[in-house]
């Protein structure tokens, strides 16, 4: 017998205590997000209430060390967690995935005294973060960023604007990368940055086509004074703070899409079985099977490769180009399934009344963030055949 219904994804978890976690994530996506996604979206309502029992549940520090506040969960169990997350709403699956990679330079690389003072409140204490790379001037291009901080005693001095910032103007905390030397990489350093800091405004959120209940706007620093000691890691060394972030991060949108991707798949099922034309269901009719084999092969390969890069990650093995292949195998899938999601529904998928046609909208948004897909195959082809220009071998 053919399954009539959507069924729940059969997870390959490690441990026990990582089906419980999975478990109560499910719990509290059908009880508290999934029932009130739509109608916030539509909205463009911010469910901050939601991320302060996300934290006070512990899942705003899952891959981070228990000795801080996280919950030493390895990426792979993580991944699957926001996967889940994205499934019954992509603002809270990306807004946690974003908190995460805000965590990210504080965790990896501040000191014993800055991760005692500011990581256990970050990771389980209620706050939000949120990450400043991007520029007017510089999205894939980050390493012209223009941003500037100029020393001054003990304090440094920032100014400038940051773009496309998740979070931006609701944060309680900035990672920041802003230019304390010369042009080029090297000259970049990474800053904590609280979310009050005087002189740092936020601009209007952009009006986006999908994501409307995620804000994202841009952050003006109008001589924003921080301390050294917020300053992370050494002088200069941001940018590979940054990229190794970024490696991270873009698992995390990874496992998003395929949770939307996932959720489009079991709206799409739902409907063709339940739906009857010429006396049976449509999901008899062989055309619309074939696209909903290939929608949920698409979705099983990128689950596959998303797991198999976050495996290489827990290992401490290289894992930069299957990160840039599972972002941008996985998001790809997710245009293509939320797409053919709405084409099974027929009309009903492009109206408001059914999610599929939210789904798609924000799915484009993931072949965007952290990386447009092309960059993933530009540093997937220089992992491959070196730098361009250089010697290939």
Partial sequence: MPDSAPQ?????????????????????????????????????????????????S??????????????????????????????????????????????????????EEQLAEWLPAMLGGGLLGAYCL???????????????????????????????ITHGGIADFYTVLAR?????????TAFLVPGDAEGLNAAAPEKKMGMKGSPTAQLHFDGVRVPDGRRLGEQG??????????????????ACAIG??????????????????FGRPVSDFQGLRFMLADMATRIEAGRALYLAAARLRDAGRPFSRQAAMAKLFCTDAAMAVTTDAVQVLGGYGYTADFPVERYMREAKALQIVEGTNQIQRMVIARHLAGPEGGVTR
Avoid: M, N
């Fill in 8 to 56: 729940t994804v059969d997870r390959d978890l490690p441990t026990d205590e990582s089906r419980q976690l999975i478990a109560l994530v499910r719990d509290i996506a059908q009880r508290e997000i999934a029932p009130h996604a739509g109608e916030e979206e539509e909205s463009g309502h911010f469910p901050r209430q939601l991320f302060t029992l996300l934290s006070k």
């Fill in 58 to 111: 512990g899942l705003l520090g899952l891959p981070y060390a228990a000795s801080h506040g996280g919950a030493d969960q390895p990426y792979e169990v993580y991944l699957q967690v926001l996967e889940e997350l994205a499934a019954a709403r992509l603002t809270v699956g990306l807004g946690v995935s974003v908190h995460t990679l805000a965590c990210h330079a504080l965790a990896g690389y501040g000191t």
């Fill in 134 to 164: 991007s520029e007017p001037s510089s999205g894939s291009d980050a390493a012209s960023l223009r941003t500037r901080a100029v020393r001054d005693g003990d304090d440094w001095v920032i100014t400038g604007t940051k773009a496309w």
């Fill in 180 to 188: 304390t030397g010369s042009e080029g990489s090297r000259g970049i």
């Fill in 237 to 254: 060394q941001g940018f590979a703070i940054a990229l190794s972030a970024l490696d991270s991060g873009r698992l995390g949108i990874a």
């Fill in 260 to 277: 939307i991707a996932q959720a489009a798949l079991d709206e799409a099922l739902s409907y063709a079985t339940g739906r009857r034309q």
